[in-house]
């Protein structure tokens, strides 16, 4: 690749931070009744994945830097605000901002220096959570910094899904920015299936920082979907695999519109005998620039790890490119890599009409199919929106 | 049901059909012959309209309709069904998925018609997706099966499938044309089962296998882009089977 060329794919978007406001973080805040939010509240969130009337979940609820709701019914689970369980358990200090230094860069920095929110959640030694955790931090003024700071902790033996929506209302030109970070730390065989939605108003600007530590055996399964036009969003989430045969999967999907500059990796170090992991991304470019990037570090022999990133081009003038990474650093590894990006076939689209299936339908079907094949798992409530935004893909033509 | 009157088409500007005139009854099949590259797939696609197939002269009229200038979806509507020679492979996109679309049928329905075109194992799977070369075929039968068209144009259902399987795609042509007399009668009997049928079919055949499973009506000869001979289907095989196509060209009784 020449050198020009390179410095493009880098091209960072600045943030000036100083444009937004900071908000307090309250000391004391009375807890909301989520029932009763208003009814186009819970539409926003119900968009980004998060059912406020979902009696079968747990939830957590953080409007710009005000944790508003957070309610566990499992034994064996425990949901807080960082701040509050910082205070509770002074030895939370060995593990918050330990994984993410604080100076990897001006965002983090930022986070760091200022009054920071966001959600606690631990899961007890062998419990094996039923209900899964929904998180809502939602963006509900304009012009306000939303600095998140999610502290999950899964002790040997445990498991448990969570679900984060992250959402805005209608922001206006001013738009907001949304700074995330989050640190993950997997037990000895234990398993955490951790869903994301951003679903963010055009105006909102994000830079989200997530590490995880997986011990021996320990599982970490990733799915992230961005569906709605973001300003722009930068974020390259890292897992370390330290303990043998540990495993870390990161599914992502990618919805790219005209104006949005999307910059979204994964990465996985494998750093213990046995380790494994599996990196597949999917974008769909209706206008805007994706870079999608995917990094594998193999740093002991005996180690696995594959990468994918497919993306689908619909309209001239949009733009992806592929950055896959593989680093082996010893031999008897066995790293993949594959890369492809290309426009919907026409001939594809003739067939299905060959059925009886008009062009919307039949754009949307392969739209739908591009993004779910090889995507194991998936979970069903991100399904339901992602075929509402594929129909409505299919519908404004290709 | 069908009419094809002066039709010319041409693919990126250059003509490849000329002049087709193509009548099919109700209820009738009729069988189309002719060598490789002499533009049978070319009239299927372009009976059902797909872009690359340009009309340039010419008219299609289907249950006296005019669709020439339709979008292919609607004339699917209308009661056409394809089955494809070389179908695409869609990654993520399964017969079920497809199968909502085709319209009139139960669960039951579709996995008994599953079953009997031994497809059971790929309903899940990409559609084509390494599929063989029978798997394709009896996938393809099993949407016109579920679509239940009026019109049905086949192009080479028995290529690449073993002498097993072509009992199985023959018997799947005669359903989808009505043929199957047990099966389709009510107990009528058959001088009304035949007034009652109306399943048409214009098949593309090489091997002319399936003239041993579905009684044809007529035979049509295509050579480089023109119909050179219209007659009993299974003299016109005959005659190409022993002397070859330049024998249907010396005769060409269309001139
Ligand atoms: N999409 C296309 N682009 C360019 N040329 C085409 C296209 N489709 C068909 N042709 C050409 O038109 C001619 C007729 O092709 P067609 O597939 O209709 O033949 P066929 O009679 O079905 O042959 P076969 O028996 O081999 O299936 C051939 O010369 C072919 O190369
Ligand atoms: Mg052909």
Redesign the pocket.
């Known amino acids: 690749m020449s050198k020009m060329r390179n410095n493009e794919v880098v091209e960072k978007k600045d943030i000036d931070l100083s444009q937004y406001k900071v908000e307090k973080v309250p000391e004391y805040i009375s807890e909301v009744d989520i029932k009763k939010l208003p009814e186009v509240e819970k539409s926003i969130l119900l968009h980004a994945g998060v059912d406020l009337e979902n009696d079968k979940a747990d939830t957590f609820l953080m409007k710009n830097q005000t944790v508003v709701h957070k309610a566990t019914r499992q034994s064996g689970v425990e949901l807080l605000d960082t701040n509050e369980a910082l205070a509770k358990y002074p030895e939370l200090k060995k593990l918050h901002w330990k994984l993410i230094d604080p100076n990897t860069d001006k965002y983090t920095k930022f986070v760091y220096d200022n009054p920071e929110s966001g959600y606690f959640i631990r899961v007890k030694k062998g419990t094996k959570a039923i209900f899964p955790i929904q998180s809502c931090l939602f963006l509900e003024t304009p012009s306000v910094v939303q600095n998140v700071h999610n502290l999950i902790i899964l002790e040997e033996n445990s498991s448990v899904e969570i679900l984060t929506g992250c959402t805005s209302k209608e922001l206006g030109k001013d738009g907001g920015a949304h700074l995330g970070i989050t640190e993950i730390y997997i037990g000895k065989n234990a398993s955490l299936t951790y869903s994301m939605v951003h679903n963010w108003h055009e105006s909102v600007r994000v830079r989200s920082r997530t590490a995880i530590y997986v011990e021996e055996n320990g599982t970490f399964i990733s799915n992230y979907v961005l569906l709605k036009k973001v300003k722009d969003i930068q974020m390259n989430p890292i897992a370390y695999l330290k303990g043998r045969a540990a495993r870390a999967r990161f599914n992502s999907i990618l919805l790219s519109y005209p104006g949005s500059f999307i910059d979204v990796g994964s990465r996985v170090v494998l750093d213990a005998p046995d380790t494994s992991s599996e990196i597949i991304s999917r974008v769909v470019n209706k206008g805007g620039k994706v870079i999608a990037r995917g990094l594998i570090s193999g740093n002991v022999s005996g180690v696995k790890g594959h990468l994918e990133c497919q993306g689908l081009i619909l309209e001239d003038g949009g733009e992806i490119y592929t950055i896959p990474q593989l680093n082996g650093l010893s031999p008897d590894i066995m790293l993949s890599h594959e890369a492809a990006v290309g426009k919907i076939a026409r001939e594809e689209v003739e067939y299905l009409m060959a059925r009886g299936i008009n062009e919307t339908d039949a754009v949307g079907l392969i739209i739908r199919g591009f993004l779910y094949e090889g995507l194991e798992n998936f979970p069903n409530v991100l399904k339901q929106e992602i075929d509402r935004i594929s129909d409505e893909l299919g519908a404004k033509g290709y | 049901m069908l009419e094809i009157k002066n039709l010319s088409i041409a ?2 500007g ?1 003509e ?1 059909l000329h002049n087709i005139n193509l009548r099919i009854e109700n209820g009738k099949v009729v069988i189309l012959f ?10 299927l ?1 372009a009976i059902i309209g797909l872009g ?1 197939y340009k009309i340039t002269s010419g008219k299609i009229i289907f249950k006296d309709r005019d669709i020439t200038n339709l979008p292919t979806h609607e004339r699917i509507k209308l009661g056409i069904g394809v089955m494809f ?1 070389r179908p695409p492979t869609i990654k993520g996109v399964n017969i079920r998925d497809i199968a909502k679309f085709l319209g009139n049928y139960n669960e039951e329905e579709f996995r008994s018609l599953a079953k009997l075109l031994k497809v059971e194992h790929l309903l899940e799977r990409s559609i084509n997706m390494g599929f063989s070369g029978g798997e394709i075929k009896r996938t393809e039968l099993l949407q016109l099966l579920l679509q239940k068209p009026d019109l049905s144009l086949i ?2 259902p028995e290529s690449g499938v073993d002498v097993e399987n072509i009992n199985l795609v023959g018997e799947a042509i005669k359903k989808l044309l009505e043929k199957t007399y047990t099966a389709y009668s009510n107990n009528l009997p058959m001088k009304d089962h035949h007034k009652k049928r109306k399943s048409s079919g214009l098949i ?1 055949t ?1 091997t002319g296998l399936i003239l041993e499973h579905i009684p044809a009506d007529e035979g049509l000869v ?1 050579v480089e ?1 023109k119909i050179v001979c219209k007659g009993n289907p299974y003299e016109i095989f005959d005659t190409v089977k022993n002397k070859g196509f330049n024998e249907c060209l010396k005769c060409a009784i269309m001139k």
């Open positions: 693919i990126d250059k490849i002719g060598p490789n590259g002499s533009g049978k797939t070319s009239l696609m690359n020679q192009d080479e593309i090489h295509l882009g």
